[in-house]
């Protein structure tokens, strides 16, 4: 039960919201200085999603198979709930393998593990394995759609509405630069994809009389260094676009371009958007994962102390040669009062420099905390008059 401000000057920004804060930087390169040929372009760091570069980034245009970033979202959420898991085998119904245009030729009735049909969208592009991880995830493609544009709505995507899993041309589906970079940072929150998406070559079916060649679509990830994803996207409406994401020692970066008129081209300007990246900018890490951050109390809470721990990497982003010591940071929490709520906001992080707020990030409550019950009130009462020491360790929480 407490509200109270921390003022240091090692400043720290937390990648707990969603919405790309735009960034003074954003301004210095002019509209179509690194990507003068795509239609629409982002440049973000990942951990902050302060915005570095932005050309035309909330227009509404078709996405292509860049979709298929929200179907692995969704694929990697579900396992972490642990409603499926890699060693699923999933059949494969008729409606999955008539999907044209990329594909790994599926066949009715076919069964293959989950991760293989993972492999074959992240590596292959397959409208066919996609559809067919909707369906076992969802139940039908339609019901997994359902999902997608529930989870754009959740993740603040605005300019996006999906109508399909893969990408393949359909009314009314489309997607922003602003848009992809957000789902592509939440999908980085799930690590593990990389292992998927930097396959450069690899084999589906590679015991059986069918074996299947994949060659990833995104051919950086062999030519650029440290980039590790994510998902390309062609078709004649949208052109050649891409969402890749490269890391150097600490230091990821995402990249957008929609509506580049060839592969070259798309690749030229994504490499030019990494390369000022990471010749302009750093990032300083203040927590690493499982870090702590804090100890809150709530008041009449179940459980009430609150060890806030990080649940990620949380990173200072600075220009290459700035002084550490002209950010300054202002930690401020609110006060507590059981019931807490999932997602409610414990407090936030101001960052600020020569008196100007660079960013704003919620530190909000990952899980539901209860009012406690009038028994467990009346021990805690009785132990503060007895001056005992309470027993109940404090929760293990980690914010979002």
């Not at 050649?240 to 600490?250: E, F, P, V, W």
């Not at 995402?254 to 990032?283: C, H, W």
Request: charged content about 25%.
């Amino acid at each position: 039960m407490r509200s109270r401000v921390c003022v240091g000057t090692l400043l720290f920004c937390f990648c707990f919201t969603l919405l790309l804060p735009r960034s003074a930087w954003a301004a210095e390169v002019t509209e179509g200085g690194l990507a003068p040929t795509a239609k629409s372009a982002i440049l973000v760091d990942s951990d902050t999603g302060t915005v570095l570069y932005e050309k035309n980034s909330r227009a509404k245009l078709a996405p292509a198979s860049i979709t298929k970033i929200m179907t692995m979202l969704l694929l990697m959420e579900a396992l972490d709930s642990q409603k499926i898991s890699y060693e699923d085998t999933v059949r494969i119904s008729e409606h999955a393998a008539s999907m044209g245009g990329s594909q790994i030729y599926l066949e009715p009735g076919e069964k293959m593990k989950l991760r293989d049909l993972l492999k074959g969208v992240a590596v292959g592009s397959a409208n066919d394995a996609s559809v067919a991880l909707a369906e076992h995830i969802a139940g039908t493609e339609e019901a997994f759609v359902e999902m997608m544009n529930k989870r754009a709505q959740e993740l603040g995507m605005t300019e996006t509405r999906f109508q399909n899993p893969n990408g393949l041309p359909a009314s009314d589906h489309y997607s922003s630069a602003r848009d992809i970079a957000v789902m592509s940072r939440e999908l980085m929150k799930h690590p593990e994809i990389t292992q998927y998406t930097r396959i450069y070559e690899d084999y589906l079916r590679k015991d059986s009389k069918k074996p299947f060649w994949l060659v990833n679509t995104n051919r950086l990830v062999k030519f650029y260094q440290g980039l590790d994803g994510l998902k390309t996207g062609f078709t004649a409406e949208a052109k050649y676009c891409l969402s890749a994401t490269a890391k150097r020692g600490n230091f990821r970066v995402i990249a957008v371009v929609m509506g580049e008129p060839d592969v070259k081209a798309r690749n030229r300007e994504i490499s030019r958007m990494l390369d000022y990246a990471f010749t302009q900018f750093t990032n300083h890490v203040v927590y690493k994962q499982g870090d702590r951050i804090d100890q809150l109390t709530v008041d009449k809470g179940m459980k009430n102390r609150i060890q806030i721990r990080a649940p990620r990497q949380f990173s200072l982003l600075i220009r290459k040669g700035d002084d550490p010591s002209q950010y300054t940071r202002r930690v401020v929490w609110a006060k507590l009062s059981a019931p807490v709520k999932k997602g409610q906001v414990l407090g936030r992080i101001l960052v600020e420099k020569e008196g100007k707020e660079l960013a704003r990030m919620d530190l909000t409550a990952a899980r539901d905390i209860p009012r406690a019950d009038w028994w467990t009130l009346t021990k805690r009462t009785m132990k503060k008059m007895l001056f005992l020491p309470e027993d109940a360790e404090p929760s293990e929480e980690n914010a979002s």
